[in-house]
């Protein structure tokens, strides 16, 4: 039976070409199976050119929950549980919402849990993936529609276009993503220091001393009010390049934060470098950059779910609020640590930091050839 598209109202607003090139693509897509329930949401979000490709990638929605852990031997409220970690949409159990992908990552789950994960770990670890996956799955999708994206191309012809670029590149994805946390799990397995007396109680490495830093940039709120939103995007994410293109081991770039960066060292003179290297490198990008700030702090953290936490952490992101644009100011003990080779300080007083009782004495370092 044929559906009438402009009576359900999915072509309101077009006129034309447009409107006969969106009645194009719908028609093929409820030709194809997509019911006129998902059309119409896909409409309202905005998101029907993405549709074809979705579809590709994920498959076509075949089970309920209840099905996917009866298959799988999951407990229905952990499959769900998974999915708002992933930061997914959780469906009612009895709707058909799970693709054959879905199914498949329901069995990898399943296997961890045989394999004595516990439950919370499977979690956490979720957790993290699904902030770095989202971000970088909406990273994927934009360059995959800059390579498609022409002046004037109808919409469904865009549509095609972007899936057929999704079927191109979608193989390649899962290998680049395999071979990019294997890099990353072999340093950290080179890098990870077990006692001798966390060996012999046979538990995690806890708390252990490290230097921590913030660096944020002067004013970016200030800029958010004064430049298009995409300029900003260009100014964030030029600091991530910035940084990492000056890390290395044993300095590590824990997060950023919008307008700042986290790093982490157990050791101080390296980290203490790539900051102060990190701060010229912002200067050298000229008057259309801002200037970055920063502050460190040493002591006792712990590291879980790939952040870090503990009193050096909050001290560092307080002291950064205090620094001067173009300026890295350290407590004592990163001072002590640091040395002077190649350095010098000068004090910046004694400060008062939120949520510190005592007031913090702070040096302001430098290289010994800067002015």
């Known amino acids: 039976m044929s559906v009438d598209f402009a009576a359900e109202g999915l072509l309101d607003g077009l006129e034309g070409d447009a409107r006969e090139a969106r009645e194009r693509l719908l028609r093929r897509l409820h030709d194809d199976g997509v019911s006129l329930d998902e059309l119409r949401q896909a409409v309202e979000e905005q998101r029907l050119i993405l549709l074809?490709?979705?579809?590709?990638?994920?498959?076509?929605?075949?089970?309920?929950g209840r099905e996917v852990a009866e298959r799988t031997g999951?407990?229905?409220?952990?499959?769900?549980?998974?999915?708002?970690?992933?930061?997914?949409?959780?469906?009612?159990?009895?709707?058909?919402?799970?693709?054959?992908?879905?199914?498949e990552a329901a069995w990898t789950a399943r296997t961890f849990q045989k394999a004595g994960v516990r439950p919370e770990d499977m979690l956490a670890i979720t957790r993290?993936?699904?902030?770095?996956?989202?971000?970088?799955?909406?990273?994927?999708?934009?360059?995959?529609?800059?390579l498609?994206?022409?002046?004037?191309?109808?919409?469904?012809?865009?549509?095609?276009?972007?899936a057929d670029a999704a079927a191109q590149l979608e193989p390649l994805t899962a290998p680049m993503l395999g071979q990019m946390i294997n890099l990353h799990l072999r340093h950290i397995v080179r890098t990870e220091v077990i006692s001798a007396t966390e060996r012999?109680?046979?538990?995690?490495?806890?708390?252990?001393?490290?230097?921590?830093?913030?660096a944020d940039l002067v004013g970016f709120t200030r800029i958010g009010e004064e430049v298009a939103p995409d300029e900003l995007?260009?100014?964030?994410d030029r600091l991530e390049a910035l940084t990492t293109e000056r890390v290395t081991a044993p300095v590590r770039l824990v997060k950023t934060i919008g307008d700042a960066v986290m790093l982490v060292s157990p050791e101080t003179p390296p980290l203490l470098e790539t900051v102060l290297d990190l701060v010229d490198a912002a200067d050298a990008e000229?008057?259309?950059?801002?200037?970055?700030?920063?502050?460190?702090?040493?002591?006792?953290?712990?590291?879980?779910?790939?952040?870090?936490?503990?009193?050096?952490?909050?001290?560092?992101s307080r002291i950064t609020g205090r620094a001067r644009p173009g300026s890295v100011l350290v407590t004592t003990e990163v001072r002590d640590e640091a040395?002077?080779?190649?350095?010098?300080y000068s004090f910046a007083g004694e400060k008062r930091l939120k949520g510190v009782r005592d007031p913090v004495p702070l040096f302001r370092a430098r290289r010994g050839d800067s002015t």
């Open 52 to 64: 074809p490709a979705e579809r590709l990638i994920g498959g076509e929605a075949r089970y309920t």
């Open 74 to 103: 999951l407990e229905p409220d952990f499959l769900m549980a998974l999915r708002r970690a992933h930061s997914l949409p959780v469906p009612d159990p009895d709707a058909v919402a799970f693709t054959e992908a879905d199914l």
């Open 128 to 146: 993290v993936l699904g902030r770095g996956l989202t971000q970088a799955a909406e990273l994927m999708r934009s360059v995959t529609l800059e």
């Open 148 to 162: 498609v994206l022409k002046p004037g191309t109808p919409e469904d012809e865009l549509a095609l276009r972007y």
């Open 200 to 214: 012999e109680a046979g538990q995690l490495p806890g708390a252990r001393e490290v230097s921590v830093a913030f």
């Open 233 to 236: 995007g260009r100014v964030a």
């Open 286 to 316: 000229g008057e259309e950059f801002p200037q970055l700030r920063a502050g460190i702090a040493r002591g006792a953290a712990l590291s879980r779910a790939g952040d870090w936490y503990g009193q050096p952490v909050n001290l560092a």
């Open 339 to 344: 040395g002077d080779d190649g350095l010098r």
